[in-house]
């Protein structure tokens, strides 16, 4: 069975950091690219950044809300991927869900996230 | 716009179709993927690409797609399709984004 299962979250207060986990079984994770979302409380999904599998360079992108903030990165070996969350702020206060990355290229190409983990809440207060 | 919009709240009678519609210019030129959220639960795919149904999702689920609208149809909803719905594509710099969502209420 495919499973995403995420890791790490907690109370903590604003300008601290924090890590997630996001521990995969099932698949060959170093296959895959690995995005994080988050949802805040009452809120819709927002996209956090991905990671790109080796064999895309395994390089990485962010959301602007994120950017220079957050760093995600993968260990292939331990199939687990990571979001460090630093100088936290309050409105950072969401459920972190990591998912599956899937792409198709073509004429009209789409990508999809498939399985999502039951998610970690992460609560920035002091 | 660059922004995918979806109406709040949709109800449907059970047993009867809805379409639920995620409007904006990147669905011109990608296929949208929608996601089912319950109350408590991680969003669940239910539909990707043209017209694709992960493993398990029933088949009174389907997309489609026309200009920048994308639509998810439930033909003969059912008490258990109650859900939040959310539309996924890209923004202009290629990066993923979501619609707002659309709350399903069944009747």
């Known amino acids: 069975e495919v499973q995403l299962v995420e890791s790490g979250g907690g109370l903590v207060q604003p300008g601290r950091s924090l890590r997630l986990s996001c521990t995969a079984s099932?698949?060959?994770?170093?296959?895959?690219?690995m995005s994080w979302f988050r949802q805040a409380p009452g809120k819709g999904l927002e996209w956090v950044g991905f990671?790109?599998?080796?064999?895309?360079?395994?390089?990485?992108e962010y959301a602007a809300s994120v950017k220079g903030r957050f760093t995600i990165s993968r260990d292939d070996s331990k199939s687990i991927a990571y979001l460090q969350m630093n100088s936290l702020k309050t409105e950072d206060t969401a459920v972190y869900y990591c998912?599956?990355?899937?792409?198709?290229?073509?004429?009209?190409?789409?990508?999809?996230?498939?399985?999502w983990g039951q998610g970690t809440l992460v609560t920035v207060s002091s | 716009s660059s922004e995918l919009t979806q109406d709040p709240a949709v109800s449907v009678a059970l047993g009867q179709t809805v379409r639920i519609t995620c409007q904006g210019d990147?669905?011109?030129?990608?296929?949208a993927s929608w996601y089912q959220q319950k109350p408590g639960q991680a969003p669940v795919l239910v539909i990707y690409?043209?017209?694709n149904r992960p493993s398990g999702i029933p088949d009174r689920f389907s997309g489609s797609s026309s200009g920048n609208t994308a639509s998810l149809t439930i033909t003969g909803a059912q008490a258990e399709d109650e859900a939040d719905y959310y539309c996924?594509?890209?923004?202009?710099?290629?990066?993923?984004?979501f619609g707002g969502g659309t709350k399903l209420t069944v009747l």
């Open positions: 990671i790109r599998s080796k064999a895309y360079g395994g390089t990485t």
């Open positions: 690409g043209k017209n």
């Open positions: 996924n594509s890209r923004d202009s710099s290629g990066n993923p984004q």
């Open positions: 998912t599956r990355d899937h792409t198709r290229t073509g004429s009209r190409p789409y990508n999809w996230f498939d399985p």
């Open positions: 099932g698949f060959t994770f170093g296959d895959y690219a």
């Open positions: 990147s669905l011109r030129s990608y296929y």
